[in-house]
């Protein structure tokens, strides 16, 4: 990396090593730059073997950098993924390359509508260093916005003069701990639970009453899922924890959301089906033989009204629901 660090370092600084706008001299270590941003930024060298991931880039490939300095590209993604293809092109170009939409999906990973960058590195020959975006939540929080109308409608919510929620600040694992104390006694009595929880979270800023029905609802499906026949020894998992840098932008306005809590609920179910997953927000849309199919469209009105987003990522053995939640501020403490 010595050779990335002086190249950003010169970028940084200017010649001689000197601040641009300061005047006085000042070291800047560009590996913790490029450790602090929020996107995934992964340096590939000439055989595609992982030399730097930032601490965005471990939580988005859910391993560690020591873990992925082990690591060829090649043994995290199929040979024939497009991402192959985007950085011989830019080994090939020599200049700095963009591609949207990618689909990185394997064993180890599945994730979709990624925006990647990648650039080459003069100084080492064949290195290329890769941007990712995930655009999935903007797009969920999209679609969610869309549908919370109809989801008013249909219950009879009308969002002329609806009162807005009474929120306090709420510990989520305690919300949590109801939830799964209230399924194991009844409808996931003989589903194994297992929780995966960071303690050190703030309090959320959210109506308790609200959330329990939220969890609950998610809980139930994720029970329903990982009961179906052919699965063997059904789980879910409930985790908590700090997304760093989450923060989207609500369609149409210049307001944006900061959500650095999050609350996951999986299971070991067969998964949601394909065509399904795109509506799966909406109104009267559900993959069972019975039921209205609100559930989740009210969910997803739920956490919108909180300022929050929801998401799904499923795949056949793993289907996870994750929260995005607003944390207490001192404004709300002053309120």
Not at 115 to 139: H, K, N
């Amino acid at each position: 990396m010595s050779a990335v660090v002086a190249r950003a370092s010169r970028l940084l600084t200017g010649r001689g090593g000197r601040a641009a706008v300061d005047p006085a001299p000042r070291p800047i270590d560009a590996v913790a730059i490029l450790g602090a941003l929020p996107v995934p930024v992964v340096l590939l060298n000439a055989e595609n073997r992982v030399r730097f991931v930032n601490h965005a880039a471990e939580q988005f490939l859910g391993m560690s950098a020591a873990s992925l300095s082990q690591h060829r590209l090649e043994d995290l993604l199929p040979i024939d993924n497009p991402l192959f293809m985007l950085i011989e092109q830019v080994r090939h170009t020599e200049a700095t390359i963009s591609d949207h939409d990618l689909n990185l999906d394997s064993p180890r990973l599945h994730k979709r509508g990624i925006t990647v960058q990648g650039s080459p590195l003069p100084e080492e020959p064949g290195s290329v260093l890769l941007v990712m975006q995930d655009a999935s939540a903007a797009r969920s929080l999209d679609r969610q916005l869309a549908f919370r109308g109809a989801a008013r409608s249909v219950t009879g919510m009308a969002a002329i003069g609806e009162k807005p929620i009474a929120r306090t600040a709420v510990n989520i694992h305690r919300v949590l701990e109801h939830v799964r104390k209230l399924a194991q006694s009844g409808f996931a009595a003989h589903i194994r639970f297992q929780e995966l929880y960071d303690p050190s979270l703030p309090p959320v800023w959210a109506n308790r009453d609200q959330l329990v029905q939220v969890v609950l609802n998610l809980v139930k499906n994720a029970a329903e899922a990982a009961t179906q026949e052919g699965v063997h020894h059904p789980e879910i998992i409930l985790a908590t924890g700090f997304q760093h840098g989450m923060r989207v932008a609500i369609p149409g306005s210049t307001e944006r959301l900061d959500l650095p809590l999050f609350v996951a609920v999986r299971d070991n179910g067969h998964g949601i089906p394909e065509d399904i997953r795109p509506h799966l927000f909406e109104p009267f849309v559900t993959s069972k033989s019975t039921g209205s199919g609100l559930g989740l469209s009210l969910v997803a009105k739920i956490v919108g009204d909180h300022g929050g987003l929801i998401e799904v990522d499923s795949r056949p053995g793993r289907t996870e629901f994750r929260l995005h939640l607003p944390v207490v501020t001192e404004k709300d403490a002053d309120q």
